[in-house]
C-alpha cells in the first residue's frame, strides 16, 4: 500500500512573525523548553511556562488574541532584518543565522514544523540584535575622546559593552564606554556581564579609532 505523505499547512509568513510576538510576549523571553509548576525545596514553586513554540501554535489557531502590539513588532521585525541587506551588498560580515533569517522574512509563506519553530526564536533574536547593536553605536560613536595619555596608569570606572571570550588568547576581549562617553578595549581572564558597570585600572596601551586600549588591568 503505498505511503501517503501529509500535507503540512502552509501559513502567511507575516501572521506567523506575529503569533511568535505574542508568544514573546506572554512569556517574557524565549523558552525552549518547558517547565513544570512544583515545589521547590525551599518552599517556592516554580512558575510553569510552555515553549514559545507551542504558544506560537496556538496563536495561529486563535488568531484572535494576537493584539496590534505584536503585528507593529512584527513589522518592525521585517523593518530590521530586511535593512541588514545592506551588510551583504558592502561584504561586511554576518553570521549564518541572521543569513537564515534574512531568507525567511523574504517568504511570503511557510510551512508548518521547521518554519514555525524557527519563527517562534525570532523576537527574541531580535531584541538581543537590537541591543548589541545600540551598544555596538555607542562605542563607535563616543564623542569623549582619549582616556589618559600612553603609558599613563589611569584608574576608571566603566560599563561593559561587549565581552568575548578569545579561544586563541585564552582570555576575555572587552569593549566598555565611561560616563565621560569614552571608548575603552582591554582583556581579562574573567568573564564579565555586559551591562555591569566595573572600577578598574590599567595603563594605557595605545590610542587609535577613537579608543583607549589598556593593558595590565586590575579590578578595584
Given at each position: 500500500m503505498p505511503r501517503i505523505s501529509k500535507v503540512r499547512k502552509q501559513y502567511d509568513t507575516m501572521l506567523v512573525l506575529s503569533a511568535a510576538c505574542a508568544a514573546q510576549r506572554i512569556n517574557g523571553s524565549y523558552v525552549k523548553f518547558a517547565t513544570v509548576e512544583e515545589p521547590s525545596i525551599n518552599g517556592t514553586v516554580n512558575v510553569h511556562k510552555r515553549t514559545n513554540r507551542e504558544l506560537t501554535v496556538e496563536f495561529l489557531e486563535l488568531q484572535?488574541?494576537?493584539?496590534?502590539?505584536?503585528?507593529?513588532?512584527?513589522?518592525?521585525?521585517?523593518?530590521?532584518?530586511?535593512?541588514?541587506?545592506?551588510?551583504?551588498?558592502?561584504?561586511?560580515?554576518?553570521?549564518?543565522?541572521?543569513?537564515g533569517i534574512m531568507e525567511m522574512m523574504q517568504k511570503e509563506t511557510v510551512t508548518e514544523g521547521y518554519d514555525i519553530a524557527v519563527i517562534a526564536s525570532m523576537p527574541g533574536s531580535y531584541?538581543?540584535?537590537?541591543?548589541?547593536?545600540?551598544?555596538?553605536?555607542?562605542?563607535?560613536h563616543s564623542r569623549g575622546g582619549y582616556i589618559g595619555s600612553v603609558g599613563e596608569r589611569v584608574k576608571i570606572q566603566v560599563e561593559v559593552l561587549k565581552c568575548v571570550f578569545s579561544q586563541k588568547w585564552f582570555t576575555y576581549f572587552m569593549t566598555g564606554i565611561?560616563?565621560?562617553?569614552?571608548?575603552?578595549?582591554?582583556s581579562y581572564k574573567e568573564e564579565?556581564?555586559?551591562?555591569?558597570?566595573?572600577?578598574?585600572?590599567?595603563?594605557?596601551?595605545?590610542?587609535d579609532n577613537n579608543q583607549t586600549q589598556l593593558n595590565r588591568v586590575k579590578m578595584l
Open positions: 484572535e488574541n494576537i493584539i496590534d502590539a505584536d503585528r507593529t513588532m512584527a513589522e518592525e521585525m521585517r523593518r530590521y532584518w530586511n535593512g541588514k541587506t545592506f551588510k551583504l551588498l558592502t561584504g561586511e560580515y554576518m553570521s549564518n543565522f541572521d543569513r531584541i538581543s540584535s537590537v541591543k548589541r547593536d545600540e551598544r555596538e553605536r555607542r562605542a563607535k565611561t560616563s565621560d562617553d569614552q571608548t575603552v578595549f582591554f564579565m556581564v555586559v551591562g555591569s558597570v566595573l572600577n578598574i585600572a590599567g595603563t594605557v596601551k595605545r590610542q
